[in-house]
Antibody, heavy 120, light 107 residues
Framework: QVHLVESGGGAVQPGRSLRLSCAAS????????MHWVRQAPGKGLEWVAV????????NYADSVKGRFTISRDNSKNTLDLQMSSLRGEDTAVYYC?????????????WGQGTTVTVSS | DIQMTQSPSSLSASIGDRVTITCQAS??????LNWYQQRPGKAPRLVIY???NLEPGLASRFSGSGSGTDFTFTISSLQPEDIATYYC?????????FGGGTKVEIK
C-alpha cells in the first residue's frame, strides 16, 4: 500500500525556521518526483515546491522562493521541506504528494498533512 | 503563470442530480489537467488525470472532458459521499496551479 506520512509541523514564531519531513512507503520512492502543497485555513490548494526523482531538479512557488528548500534522501525514502524566515501567511496544512512521473506532473498520492502555525 | 478559473465556486444539488464543474486555463494546456476531490478535514484525492481518465478504483459516475483551455468535470448522479470541494490543477507548466475550488453540497 502506497503511503506518505508527514511530520514536523507545529507552532513557530515569525522569522524562525521549521523542517517538515515526509516518509514514503509502498512504492519505489527513487522513481518519482515529489511535491509539497499547502492549504491555508479556509483557503484553496497552493503548490509550494517540486523535486525530481534524483534530486537534480527543483522548483518553487514565488511565494516561498529563497526561503524554503526541498530535498530528498532516496536511501531513506524521505522528502523534506526546510522552511526559514517564516511569515504569518505560511500558516497552513502542508501536504507531501507524489508526482505521477519522474519530475513535475499531477499528484497521484497524497499524505494526510501536517499543520504549521506561524504566530507570535 | 497559468491561471485556472473554476466555476461555480459552490453549488447545491439533490441526490441523483447531474453536477457539472468547469475549469478554464489562461493558455493552452493540452490535456495536462487533473481533478481532485477534498472531503471536509481530509487530504485531497486524485479523481481524474490527463483531463479525462478516471483514477482506478473510483466510481464511474465521475468523468472529465476537454482539452486546450476549457475543461469539464461531471458527477452523473450525485451521491452523499460526493460532498466535497473539487479542484482542477494544470501541470503543463511550472508553477503548477490550482483552480479556486468548487464546494459541492446537498440540497
Amino acid at each position: 500500500q502506497v503511503h506518505l506520512v508527514e511530520s514536523g509541523g507545529g507552532a513557530v514564531q515569525p522569522g524562525r525556521s521549521l523542517r517538515l519531513s515526509c516518509a514514503a512507503s509502498g512504492f519505489t520512492f527513487s522513481g518519482y518526483g515529489m511535491h509539497w502543497v499547502r492549504q491555508a485555513p479556509g483557503k484553496g490548494l497552493e503548490w509550494v515546491a517540486v523535486i525530481s526523482y534524483d534530486g537534480s531538479n527543483k522548483n518553487y512557488a514565488d511565494s516561498v522562493k529563497g526561503r524554503f528548500t526541498i530535498s530528498r534522501d532516496n536511501s531513506k525514502n524521505t522528502l523534506d521541506l526546510q522552511m526559514s524566515s517564516l511569515r504569518g501567511e505560511d500558516t497552513a496544512v502542508y501536504y507531501c504528494s507524489r508526482s505521477a512521473n519522474y519530475y513535475y506532473y499531477g499528484m497521484d498520492v497524497w499524505g494526510q498533512g501536517t499543520t504549521v502555525t506561524v504566530s507570535s | 503563470d497559468i491561471q485556472m478559473t473554476q466555476s461555480p465556486s459552490s453549488l447545491s444539488a439533490s441526490i441523483g442530480d447531474r453536477v457539472t464543474i468547469t475549469c478554464q486555463a489562461s493558455q493552452d494546456i493540452s490535456n495536462s489537467l487533473n481533478w481532485y476531490q477534498q472531503r471536509p478535514g481530509k487530504a485531497p484525492r486524485l479523481v481524474i488525470y490527463d483531463a479525462s481518465n478516471l483514477e482506478p478504483g473510483l466510481a464511474s459516475r465521475f468523468s472529465g472532458s476537454g482539452s486546450g483551455t476549457d475543461f469539464t468535470f461531471t458527477i452523473s448522479s450525485l451521491q452523499p459521499e460526493d460532498i466535497a470541494t473539487y479542484y482542477c490543477q494544470q501541470y503543463e507548466n511550472l508553477p503548477l496551479t490550482f483552480g479556486g475550488g468548487t464546494k459541492v453540497e446537498i440540497k
